[in-house]
């Protein structure tokens, strides 16, 4: 070999693509059920699709102005998206002090949050809203009259108060709603978190301690931001599972896309029509959703090299 | 000697257990200002705790332990106070992988001592400067060879200033090759004057920066002597036999 050889490189590798004949099979399947499935719509429902009845209800005429105004759906979505956004940050903060107590030393933080973990993790999400609203927040909400202060706001503070919480005049049982909400998913939220703090290496504490930082500071500097890392995947599932859990709260009339959609379903007679495009705006909101997390997932693992 | 003659560290009486087993047994030990000592001794035989008692990573159950004139006890300020004055190095480095090399060091400066962050940096560099790997400063510890991170973990120490510093087997998890860099380091800071404490078996940097040898065997002190009496005529045969075998190659 001359002394000026060029470096080596790797041989060259094509990607090979398997495609078997157990893919193959795979596939006919599928497509036959696909096939079956489509034909039993067609002939033993019986089922005719009208989607035309779907669209005024995204969008009206105003007929004073004259002009596009949001209908029921919109509507409907702006108050799930706003209980999604409320919901996950409260969530968050109820899972990281919660999933602190968790893992707390001391008894009583530790008694709390596994009392709180254990009492929603085993109710039926049915069975807790109905509780939560009724027995719990109906009784206390009122006396603090919310509304009617919210009532007796500026215009423009009113406004702000109707993009961030939707009508003032359903604000109390949309605070309900997303109370009821946030605790029900801060439950799982804490135990992702305890899952988290635990993940993160005994010796990090040490470290953290033999340079004199005080608990909370290594809690807050060194195991939260490893932790959250590492709780990534599951976090975005549980924020994912809890944007679809909000239909729950139609229940208690949160007027969210999954009553709205029932109202139209039972006005218009087209039940399929209406559920299916709900539920595609659904899978919308979730799949973004999920890229969102997908995203901030690479970057965390890209920066730790 | 600190400037009343009392001793940087003094150990009394410490006894410790983990669970029933008796892992310090009935320790003194008196280190001043200044010195350099080594503690060895066959795995098992409690160094690594002895030195871990000492920040209070691990409490002891009886006798007393007295850093710097604060006396170690339940009071968290105390144990916060004593562990700004002395560093530590771990076998693993126990860098904090989620920040750069020189947040690591700028960290605690900034929180434990409420440094102003130009000069925390300004320190975070100098002591990188120090371990010889200032141009490493922007990279994370996942990106550093093992030595090079156990230098990063050294710095991050100092940056804190401390009056004493500990090293817990600084150089067990590291390759062959990478040992060298980061003795020489820890040669440089005891030539510095800086009051040491290393558990380690590297018995080359012993002969030339210590000042103490303890050898420790099933949670006792056997032996404590000055490095030439220590390798050229230890008194105990325990010491003995453990000396033969590790330096038999």
């Known amino acids: ?305 | 000697m600190s400037r009343d003659g009392q001793p940087m560290i003094a150990l009394s009486g410490v006894n410790k257990w983990f669970g029933t087993f008796h892992v310090l047994k009935d320790i003194d030990l008196e280190i001043h200002a200044g010195q350099r000592v080594v503690v060895c001794g066959p795995s098992g035989s409690g160094k690594s705790t002895l030195i871990r008692c000492i920040n209070r990573l691990e409490e002891h159950d009886e006798g007393q332990i007295v850093v710097d004139g604060i006396t170690l006890d339940e009071d968290m300020r105390n144990v916060a106070a004593i562990r700004r004055e002395v560093g530590m190095v771990f076998q693993q480095f126990n860098l904090f992988p989620h920040l750069s090399v020189l947040d690591n060091c700028v960290l605690a400066q900034r929180r434990a001592r409420g440094t102003p962050k130009a000069e925390a940096r300004e320190r975070a560099m100098h002591y990188l400067e120090r371990v010889r790997i200032p141009e490493q400063a922007a990279k994370y510890p996942a990106q550093l060879s093992g030595g090079q991170q156990q230098r990063v973990a050294i710095a991050r120490s100092l940056c804190m200033e401390p009056k004493v510093m500990l090293f817990d087997e600084p150089t067990s998890a590291l390759d062959p090759e990478m040992i060298k860099e980061v003795l020489d380091v820890m040669i440089d800071l005891a030539q510095s004057g800086m009051t040491m404490i290393c558990v380690t078996h590297e018995m080359g940097f012993a002969r030339k920066v210590a000042d103490k040898m303890v050898f420790m065997d099933h949670g006792r002190i056997v032996e404590t002597a000055p490095p030439d009496r220590f390798f050229a005529a230890p008194a105990s045969e325990r010491t003995q036999l453990f000396l033969s075998q590790i330096l038999s190659h």
């Open chain 1, 1 to 305: 070999m001359s002394p000026e050889a060029p470096e080596r490189l790797p041989p060259l590798r094509r990607k090979s693509v398997s495609f078997g004949w157990l893919d193959g099979l795979l596939l006919a399947l599928l497509l036959a059920a696909f096939g079956y499935f489509a034909w039993r719509t067609q002939t033993v429902l019986y089922y005719k699709w009208d989607w035309s009845t779907v669209w005024p209800w995204i969008v009206r005429v105003d007929p004073r102005t004259g002009g596009w105004v949001p209908n029921a759906i919109l509507l409907g979505l702006a108050t799930t998206l706003r209980l999604a956004v409320w919901g996950i940050m409260l969530a968050a903060v109820i899972g990281a002090v919660m999933g602190w107590a968790r893992t707390s030393q001391r008894l009583l933080p530790r008694l709390i949050s596994t009392s709180y973990v254990m009492l929603i993790r085993n109710i039926p999400p049915i069975v807790f809203v109905f509780v939560f609203v009724f027995f719990i927040t109906s009784q206390i909400l009122p006396s603090l009259g919310i509304a009617d202060r919210a009532a007796r706001l500026s215009p423009e503070v009113q406004w702000w108060l109707s993009v961030l919480f939707g009508p003032t005049n359903r604000i109390e049982n949309f605070i309900v709603g997303l109370i009821c909400l946030s605790v029900f998913t801060g439950a799982y939220v804490t135990e992702i978190v305890r899952a988290g703090i635990e993940s993160v290496p005994r010796a990090q504490v040490e470290a953290g301690n033999s340079l004199g930082l005080t608990r909370f500071q290594v809690l807050r500097d060194i195991v939260f931001p490893q932790a959250l890392r590492n709780v990534i995947p599951p976090l975005s599932n549980q924020f994912i599972q809890m944007i679809k859990d909000s239909s729950l709260v139609s229940l208690v009339s949160v007027q969210e896309l999954t009553f709205v959609a029932q109202d139209i379903q039972i006005s218009t007679q087209r039940v399929f029509e209406v559920l299916l495009f709900v539920g595609l705006i659904y899978f919308l909101i979730c799949w973004s959703l999920s890229a969102l997390f997908g995203k901030l997932e690479r970057d965390a693992t890209r920066v730790r090299g």
